[in-house]
């Protein structure tokens, strides 16, 4: 077989090679089941069948489809709960325990409440004063310690005149000190006492208290109720935080209704917002 150059291609002159028979390959291929049902749903359909089986809802899988968008929604399970055995079959938890899930029904004019119940602790206001007292002397507690461990002596705390010096409002001059705590009172309320204690004195009292009642807590700490219209206990008698002891007036050295509240610690007055 010789060959020559045609424009600088090289050319066969012998015989030409002859070409193979083409094969026909016949093989099998799985058919899948389901492709022609897709083939016959539309995409909007397919998302919303795909939707109801999931849990979403079919109206909510059409509205996805509509808009075009793919989300991915992170769902609490509502099916049974599913258990493995050791042989590796997934069982339902209430095929488990023998019965089917049950049914909850109520009547269409059932009330619905969803509210939760109350949980309160209830304090020990007496306890921890005593506690407080019986470690140290009451004159030695630090006012972080004594505050709030006196109950209020009113229902209702409303300041007049305050602890300290201050104009006298019966002669106006100044460098009055005064020894406890006003607290807007009408004339005929309520006075508790402010902790549990012993009355050591009820009576009037002659340097301007008027109607005058003093509870002793112990340890050095007692607290006084002054200006009353009237008393309730006697000498002698225990009394517990929050009971009723005097009515509120405005007897003695006094210009109007009110409470006069005084806290002493081992005979000396102290300011009573430091135990309120």
């Keep these: 077989m010789t060959s020559q150059n045609v424009r600088g291609r090289r050319r066969a002159s012998g015989p030409a090679a002859e070409l193979r028979p083409a094969r026909v390959v016949t093989e099998t291929r799985p058919r899948d089941t389901h492709r022609e049902v897709r083939r016959r749903k539309s995409p909007m359909r397919q998302v919303a069948d795909f939707a109801a089986a999931s849990g979403v809802g079919q109206k909510a899988g059409v509205a996805l489809a509509a808009t075009g968008l793919a989300l991915t929604v992170g769902l609490p399970a509502t099916s049974p709960v599913m258990a493995t055995s050791e042989s590796g079959q997934t069982t339902s938890a209430l095929s488990v325990a023998g019965g089917s899930q049950p049914e909850v ?14 949980v309160a602790t209830k304090a020990d206001p007496d306890g921890k004063l005593k506690q407080l007292l019986s470690a140290q002397s009451a004159g030695s507690i630090q006012r972080a310690s004594s505050l709030g461990t006196l109950g209020s002596p009113l229902d209702t705390l409303v300041t007049a005149s305050p602890f300290g010096y201050r104009v006298s409002p019966l002669t106006g001059g100044t460098g009055d000190f005064h020894r406890g705590q006003d607290f807007v009172a009408q004339c005929g309320t309520a006075v508790h006492a402010a902790a549990a204690g012993k009355v050591t004195f009820a009576g009037w009292h002659a340097y301007g208290g008027g109607n005058r009642v003093v509870v002793d807590h112990g340890n050095g700490l007692e607290t006084t109720y002054n200006h009353l219209s009237s008393f309730t206990v006697k000498v002698g008698q225990t009394v517990n935080r929050g009971d009723t002891v005097a009515l509120s007036g405005t007897t003695g050295a006094s210009t109007g209704c009110h409470l006069h509240f005084e806290v002493q610690v081992n005979g000396e007055v102290v300011d009573p917002m430091g135990w309120l």
Excluded: G, L, P, T
């Excluded at 269409?108 to 509210?115: E, G, Q, W």
């Design 105 to 118: 029904s109520a009547e269409a004019s059932a009330k619905i409440d969803f509210s939760r119940a109350a």
